[in-house]
């Protein structure tokens, strides 16, 4: 008590101050032993949810009932993830989880089917079921990460989109044959070899379709394009496109421009075409080298005309509908120096606030 | 105006009308009972007995809900599998819970259950997952209480069958 009286004013103030914001914590809950399994079902759910692979793996050597319990529960939401053949070790699988601090990869499985059987027991005693936010990439493989190997992996995994990469007709068939399994799923498909018009013409509508044709040699590469016929095809069934060596003339840009704004599920476009194309097209509207940027030329507005003439930006709004959509074309050099050179022209629109 | 809570040790609590609107379960129970915030004599003539929560977890109910009152609404759909991403723990939770061993987070996270206070189960369900995180399976055990009944030998095979795979 004497104590307390001779202390100097200042503190009992800071002391009588902190008294009502320790009271409010006096409050304490008692501390009692409580078992894991005590808790019930659906908080076991809830926490198992959140536990990150790594910290599973540890689960499972701590009781029996903990090594069945990461076994039955599911993983938790991924963002994103990727099975693939190695592509630094060929000899090996690759398999991701998510792409944060709490991603898991693994890379220690054989590229071969023992190594796919091995790597699915390891997954069963993980997890019962696990959802791939964002995109998860599948590279299918003749031999070892065929259909059949991806369908017994990916069985208990929900996704919210799946990116295939694409090198042959066998494996485009593996990929739409598993879309089958995950109906409410979206889809990237890129295409790293020509198919067939008809086959391309006929795939089912994608969030997003790449062509790129990157496998054929160049000769081949270069007498493949696609034809105008095609690419309106395309144009009206993909939510977003990506194409190489587009063949369509000035007026058919015209053409592509209006269905694009017209087709609300349509996001974005990039093809590549021949430069005397977009030139002839950029002239059609009166757009020259000679034009800079804030310049209006009818529906169009130059938003940015690089220096060097290889990028140049567009808005454009249409005179009636008032519809717009941002135009990039980008070249290797000056649009405007090599006509027989290719350019590729970009149109996006705004995403809508849902 | 204020929302009186009546726990189950008989403990009255008196907390503002936004902090009481917090749990689902005090909302739904003041909608049955009539209670709106500008009928005061409804608010005053009335109080919500909530029969599965102490007083001592109810204290720390209304200090995290006190500390959240003013947070924006999170959309998060419980059952929409796709597009969510880990709960992140603020600052100010990590805190909040980080001296409470394991069976007085699970008397919190039955509170928060029985009030569906969202934010705060999600806050104590991940905590739970971080004290997991990194510790050794010994650690684990002790932690929550487990006896371990695997073998030297079925660990070394458990072991065995998945410390190849890491990267």
Known sequence: MGIILTLPNTFLDHFVRILPMRKKTIAEIPITKMDFFALPEAFIARVMRRIEIRDRLTLRLTCREFESLVSEAHAGYFDGGKIAR??????????????????????????????????????????????????????????????????????????????????SDSQLESSLLLMD??????????????????????????????????????????????????????????????????????????????????????????????????????????ITEDNESGDVCGEFTIAHISVSCMHLRLEYTHHISKKTCHIHIRATSSLWSDENARAVLCMEKEYEDV | PNVKLVTSDNEEFVVDFRIAKMSVTVSRLMEAMNMSETDDASLLSNSIPLPNVTKAVMARV??????????????EKENDKRGRTTHVVSDWDKEFLKNDEFGRLCQLMGAANYLEIKGLFNDISQTIANMIHGKKSDEIAEMFNIHCDLTEAEKKEIRKKTAWCED
């Open chain 2, 62 to 75: 209304i200090e995290w809900c006190e500390k959240h009152k003013n947070d924006e609404p999170k959309e």
């Open chain 1, 86 to 167: 190695n592509k630094r070790d060929k000899t090996k699988l690759f398999i991701a989880f998510g792409d944060s601090h709490s991603a898991a990869r693994f890379t220690g499985f054989e590229f071969t089917e023992e190594g796919v059987e091995q790597c699915l027991y390891f997954l069963q005693k993980l997890f019962s079921t696990t959802s791939i936010s964002g995109t998860f990439e599948i590279e299918f493989d003749e031999k070892v990460l065929t259909l059949d190997a991806v369908r017994k992996i990916t069985k208990s995994f929900e996704f919210e989109r799946i990116e295939f990469s694409v090198n």
């Open chain 1, 181 to 286: 399994d995950f109906p409410n799923t979206k889809y990237i498909l890129v295409l790293r070899y020509i198919p067939s018009p008809e086959k391309i013409s006929t795939l089912p509508s994608m969030e997003e379709l790449h062509i790129r044709g990157e496998k054929t040699i160049d000769d081949e590469h270069n007498k493949f394009e696609i034809d105008s016929d095609l690419f309106f095809t395309l144009l009206g069934k993909h939510d977003n496109l990506c194409l190489d060596n587009v063949q369509i003339s000035a007026d058919n840009c015209d053409k592509a421009l209006q269905i694009f704004l017209n087709e609300s599920s349509v996001h974005s476009v990039e093809i590549s075409l021949k430069r005397s194309a977009i030139v002839s097209w950029l002239r059609n509207h009166k």
